[in-house]
């Protein structure tokens, strides 16, 4: 089946580690989203691709970083400088946006002690 | 800059009742919409979306919004809810960039 599969699903990291999460889909879609969910927020951009090699920042990209290597591919990388990286996040990926649906995974709930 | 504002933060209905959740954008053109409902610790399913065209737009699950560009409302309705609905409903709009912004959600809780 198609779909997007994040993993892990449940992440525990200690204070000052990076830590990766990651995206995976088989739909051939171009476009590549990471969101951060917290409770009450919504859920905030982070980063997003719209092609392969390419990259930019959303609204809250501050202590991540992204890689997109492959069109199948978009992992994060929560880093030590993200100061409140606990949190539940979610991937998702479109065909042509922003006039078609977003997909998203299942979401990895990260958190750091 | 474009936002979406949906005003109940949480709902409480009776199984059977009608629903109707709330949501408001701002947007210069005619923005793309959608509506997304996700269950505790799960990813976001996609229920209904909006283009162009008819303003009524049936969805999945028994849902339907209506767009109303006059009061830039995407509303969503169903007339009969039942308990498997219970869940925290997005909408969502898509401006001329890649980029999707989300309302800060409704969570719905359906009483037997």
């Known amino acids: 089946d198609g779909g997007i599969t994040q993993s892990p699903k449940y992440l525990f990291r200690k204070e000052g580690q990076n830590v990766t999460l990651s995206c995976e889909q088989n739909l051939n879609h171009d476009a590549m989203y990471w969101y951060r969910q917290d409770p009450g927020q919504g859920l905030r951009l982070i980063y997003y691709?719209?092609?392969?090699?390419?990259?930019q920042k959303g609204d809250i990209a501050e202590g991540y970083s992204v890689s997109r290597e492959k069109k199948e591919s978009f992992p994060l990388t929560v880093t030590s400088a993200q100061k409140n990286p606990t949190a539940f996040y979610l991937c998702a990926s479109s065909i042509n946006p922003p006039n078609t649906e977003a997909f998203f995974g299942q979401g990895t709930r990260l958190t750091v002690v | 800059a474009q936002s979406v504002t949906q005003p109940d933060i949480h709902i409480t209905v009776s199984e059977g009742a009608s629903l109707e959740l709330r949501c408001n954008y701002s947007y210069g053109a005619t923005p793309y919409l959608f509506w997304y409902v996700q269950s505790p610790g799960q990813g976001l399913q996609l229920l209904l979306k909006y283009f162009s065209g008819d303003t009524l737009v049936q969805g999945i699950k028994g849902f339907e919004a209506e767009f109303k560009r006059s009061q830039s409302s995407f509303n969503l309705r169903k007339p009969s809810v039942h308990w498997s609905d219970a869940a925290e409903y997005f909408c969502v709009s898509g401006g001329s960039n890649y980029k999707l912004t989300f309302g800060k959600g409704t969570l719905l809780t359906v009483n037997p």
């Open positions: 691709s719209q092609i392969v090699n390419d990259f």
